[in-house]
């Protein structure tokens, strides 16, 4: 006997016992929040293979994210197992897993990362392969309450190796030569070690592709919340050391470097501050490497030819067929100096 209903390809896959799961990890991200809201057979799968898909769907859409960034480093971002699973053979409780909106926060992560390496990119500002999982290895670290974690977790070299440390240092070089560029710079280089400190990287983000301009009064907030009073130059400012024109309470002063974030407790320093003291400690001496890491992805090492820059032209990468100063400019200059040559 046939049936009267339409073919309905999406019922067809979710019944299929293999393809289903495979059909859930290449949703894109709103489209599974969707159907895990709407859909009763949607949300009955998911929540039978809980821990596991939200792992593997993590992992599909943000590798690194989800290697980088465990689900026990959020635990406000875990639920207890929809599958009642124990807790270290505990029947009475079950056992914590990773949730939905863990999944959505690695993926958003790891977008913020790859926008703002690829706006250096378009700045000529090239990075190596690696830096993408270095940065947020880097962003995990700041999520650390105490300077001890954090230590700890810099100091391990099977997490950090040196070459990692070299690679963050390198991004760090950039990054300071696209804020401070005379013509599309957003500030000075100290304006990066603020950024990068930030629990947020969404505003660094925002600050490199031109969507957001921070005034003074902004960024004072931000410097307020993070650093503390004798660490700025409250003379100059006095607006950093004052509760009412700043709008920043007194009680949120510095907390992103007071351990657990809490205004009582003892001060810490930053996580870029002390991943740069554990380069010292190694003797890495990344200094001597600072002009090679300048001229890194604009010359071609081998022949010392200049690297074709990519620029954006509205939405559109347009790769040119030589580097700058292209042959043409360079003989025209030469032709010019040449007519004011003759001319004395």
């Not at 943000?62 to 639920?79: E, K, N, Q, S, V």
């Not at 040196?162 to 696209?178: I, N, P, S, T, Y």
């Not at 604009?298 to 200049?306: A, D, Q, S, V, Y």
Request: net charge positive.
């Amino acid at each position: 006997a046939t049936s009267n209903q339409p073919f309905n390809i999406y019922q067809a896959i979710m019944r299929h016992p293999d393809v289903k799961y495979q059909f859930m990890l290449r949703l894109p991200p709103k489209s599974f929040i969707d159907l895990h809201a709407i859909d009763k057979r949607f949300h009955y799968i998911v929540c039978q293979k809980y821990s596991s898909l939200m792992h593997d769907f993590a992992a599909h859409h943000a590798p690194d994210a989800a290697f980088c960034m465990p689900g026990h480093l959020f635990p406000d971002l875990c639920i207890s197992d929809p599958t009642l699973k124990p807790m270290d053979n505990r029947a009475q409780l079950a056992r914590d897993v990773p949730s939905l909106r863990w999944a959505q926060m690695v993926i958003y992560r790891e977008r913020v990362v790859h926008d703002i390496l690829t706006t250096l990119a378009l700045a000529g500002l090239h990075v190596p392969r690696a830096t993408t999982r270095v940065l947020l290895k880097f962003w995990a670290c700041n999520e650390l309450p105490t300077q001890g974690q954090r230590e700890n977790f810099l100091a391990d070299k099977s997490i950090w190796s040196d070459a990692e440390l070299f690679v963050f240092r390198h991004f760090c070089v950039k990054l300071d030569m696209a804020i401070s560029n005379p013509v599309f710079g957003r500030g000075a280089c100290r304006l990066s070690r603020l950024l990068l400190s930030q629990k947020s990287w969404t505003l660094l983000r925002d600050l490199l592709i031109g969507q957001r301009m921070e005034t003074l009064e902004g960024l004072g907030e931000i410097m307020m919340r993070t650093y503390q009073t004798e660490d700025m130059d409250v003379e100059s400012h006095p607006i950093l050391a004052d509760e009412i024109e700043s709008g920043v309470v007194l009680h949120e002063w510095g907390l992103l470097t007071r351990e657990k974030g809490l205004f009582d407790h003892d001060v810490m320093q930053t996580s870029v501050r002390l991943l740069e003291k554990e380069i010292i400690r190694r003797g890495l001496r990344v200094d001597r490497w600072i002009p090679q890491m300048v001229v890194w992805g604009f010359i071609r090492p081998k022949t010392g030819e200049n690297i074709p820059r990519r620029m954006s032209m509205r939405r559109r990468v347009v790769l040119p067929d030589e580097g700058f100063p292209t042959k043409k400019v360079m003989d025209g200059a030469v032709e010019e100096m040449i007519k004011k040559v003759r001319m004395f």
